[in-house]
């Protein structure tokens, strides 16, 4: 801002118009950048591997330049069937992760905001208690009770389906937290004066609540669904049949099936894959950061 | 409309503070009646209890000719008006004004109506499509008394409702809330620690203190009767001034002086004497020495600050009398003295 008011003031003296140089602008903008080139440098050599073919890969390595089989390599990964049984191609598993994305995180806003407001605004024996146990079990990631809940997914027959893939994993103590802390915030007598306009439970939850958390929901949204993106080990275990394969297991499976078959594994088709699946939560961050600043510093409440 | 009738209801919590005492009255239709006490006296206890959202742990609570002890808050045809307004931040105006009747399952038409007519009592009509958060303190109040006055009930609530806004625009609300409420002719139950609101806005006052009632009676009654040392001080600005005083012989006396007045059948003994800074007389037929030590100017009038017998005493003169600090000689109307008993403070 400083440096835009500058150049008015000085436009008398013509002599005086070039800027000096700020050291200290400079050492931040350094910095700033070298941190950028690293954290986006590899992700634009897998951007530029992905356009190469799977030989040229596999004798040089990772590439700095552009090949020729960008779009190739991209459509064999979004619409090439693969797998052993040949069912499945990326834009199956990039369904299948939107699904796991959006479910997971959407289902973990429903059940959480429901658990805070529980806790909160009814009178309930051992509210306390309940919320403290819930709030535990951020103690205990979901790898640690992987067997049990695997064990009776299978049982109720819900393995390779989507509610097995998601439901299981909604539970969320951070995201009732959370809500928990900002339901505590909203003043008492916005609930008194729900309640004599004649508001009952559900209608003040659905009418005041939810619309004023929507900052709350938009942030736990961002975290939840690149969460849910992400999860890896779980979609391992429930899902057998390739129909339900996820992106980010996909991607291994495609280099893992040839080189069962000794040909040269199809590293650029699973690195095309690997660009794909970096770009719905990106998406997702882009398109909710900025509501999520604007209702961080437009305070409503 | 409704009367509202309180019998012997009374709050203690669960860990056994009682909050309010068994307190009993009632409220006539169309009356404005304030309650007032210093924090923390259970004013808003009581009046949270009528709207029903404390419970009542004591006695029966009648509004109309329905006991409303167990009635839902929404069921017992009242509005109430918050100290912080609680507008919904994400609603606009108009549905701000609505959502009581809305979820009454009033039509669109005649809620659209209904809150058109409220604004325009309230002068909102340009403001309806705003949102709280656009709005100034005035007219946030201002959406607040909408709401209560869109549903047409038969008894309002305020919550100290004019306790987050300036000055100026306290004066000015306190006139605009009273003028609607005579319009609308709706029994009122209005609580504020401000004695001033009291004084002005009710046709009559409930002055409580540390959970009891200590006295409900007209404006004029509560400054010129006070039943009690407590409202004596409490209400009025500067308050009554209260001085130990003996009674000897059917006369008042401080610090053995002379007789400032006859006191009527009072017994002999230790008593506080009340007496308003106004009903001081400076000079003339006065035979009562008063130290003035403070001078206060307010134009209008003089405040004169000082002892009497060694007590502190304020004398409130008009503009055209003349004072300096110094000894002079003052005269208390004798049919303005307030005898309260020295041990309880209640009057005698």
């Known amino acids: 801002m400083t440096e835009i008011s500058q150049p008015l003031e000085k436009a008398t003296t013509p002599k005086a118009r070039r ?202 949204f961002i975290i939840m669904f690149v969460f849910g993106w992400n999860q890896y080990l779980w979609p391992t275990m429930i899902t057998t049949e390739e129909s339900m394969f996820t992106l980010v297991r996909g991607i291994k499976q495609i280099t893992q099936g040839v080189i069962d078959s000794n040909d040269i594994p199809e590293f650029g088709q699973a690195l095309a894959l690997s660009i794909i699946a970096i770009i719905p939560p990106v998406l997702i961050v882009l398109f909710f950061q900025n509501w999520f600043v604007k209702g961080l510093t437009e305070s409503d409440k | 409309m409704a009367v509202v009738k309180l019998n012997a209801v009374g709050k203690t919590y669960p860990n056994g503070f009682e909050a309010v005492k068994p307190s009993s009255f009632t409220i006539a239709d169309g009356e404005f009646v304030v309650l007032v006490g210093p924090s923390g006296c259970g004013k808003s206890t009581l009046l949270r209890m009528v709207a029903g959202l404390e419970e009542i742990t004591a006695g029966t609570l009648n509004i109309g000719d329905r006991e409303v002890n167990d009635v839902d808050p929404a069921d017992r045809d009242i509005a109430m008006v918050f100290q912080n307004y609680a507008l919904y931040p994400h609603m606009t105006v108009r549905k701000n004004i609505g959502y009581g009747l809305k979820n009454r399952g009033t039509t669109a038409d005649t809620i659209e109506a209904k809150v058109q007519e409220a604004a325009k009592m309230l002068n909102l009509t340009e403001l309806l499509d705003r949102k709280p958060s656009q709005l100034s303190g005035g007219q946030r109040q201002r959406v607040a008394m909408g709401r209560a006055v869109v549903r047409d009930p038969s008894l309002f609530l305020f919550d100290e409702p004019l306790s987050n806004l300036d000055a100026k625009l306290r004066n000015q609300m306190r006139i605009e809330i009273k003028a609607l409420q005579r319009r609308l002719g709706v029994t009122s139950i209005y609580v504020t620690h401000d004695q001033v609101e009291a004084m002005t806005m009710a046709d009559r006052i409930i002055v409580l203190n540390s959970g009891e009632i200590e006295q409900i009676g007209t404006p004029a009654e509560i400054y010129h009767s006070p039943a009690s040392t407590f409202v004596a001080s409490f209400m009025g600005a500067p308050p009554m001034n209260l001085i130990e005083a003996r009674v000897e012989e059917g006369e008042i006396r401080v610090n053995g002086g002379a007789s400032i007045g006859p006191a009527g059948r009072c017994p002999s003994g230790p008593i506080q004497l009340g007496v308003r800074p106004e009903d001081v007389e400076l000079g003339g037929a006065g035979q009562t020495p008063f130290d003035i030590s403070i001078v206060e100017e307010l134009g209008a009038h003089r405040l004169l600050h000082g002892h009497l017998g060694g007590q502190p005493f304020t004398v409130h003169v008009g503009k055209e009398v003349a004072a300096a600090p110094g000894t002079t000689q003052i005269h208390l109307k004798p049919e303005a003295l307030r005898l309260f008993d020295s041990q309880t403070g209640k009057a005698m």
């Open chain 1, 19 to 220: 800027k000096p140089i700020k050291w200290s602008v400079v050492g931040d903008h350094t910095v700033l950048i070298l941190g950028a080139i690293l954290m986006v440098l590899p992700v634009f050599m897998v951007f530029a591997t992905s356009s190469h073919d799977k030989i040229e890969i596999a004798r040089n390595g990772m590439q700095f330049g552009f090949g020729d089989q960008l779009a190739v390599n991209y459509g064999k990964a979004m619409f090439e069937k693969g797998g052993f049984t040949d069912t499945v191609d990326g834009s199956l598993m990039l369904m299948n992760s939107l699904i796991l994305g959006f479910g997971f995180a959407i289902g973990k806003i429903i059940i959480s905001m429901m658990a805070a407001y529980a806790i909160v605004y009814f009178r309930l024996r051992f509210a306390t208690l309940a919320f403290w146990v819930i709030f535990t079990t951020l103690l205990l990631p979901l790898e640690v009770r992987i067997l049990p809940s695997y064990e009776a997914i299978q049982r109720l027959g819900m393995a390779n389906t989507y509610s097995g893939l998601i439901i299981p994993l909604i539970a969320s103590a951070t995201g009732t937290f959370f809500f928990r802390q900002f339901f505590r915030s909203v003043p008492e007598e916005l609930v008194e004066a729900a309640r004599i306009d004649g508001a009952g439970p559900v209608k003040f939850f659905i009418d005041i609540l939810v619309p004023l958390s929507r900052t709350m929901i938009a942030a736990i």
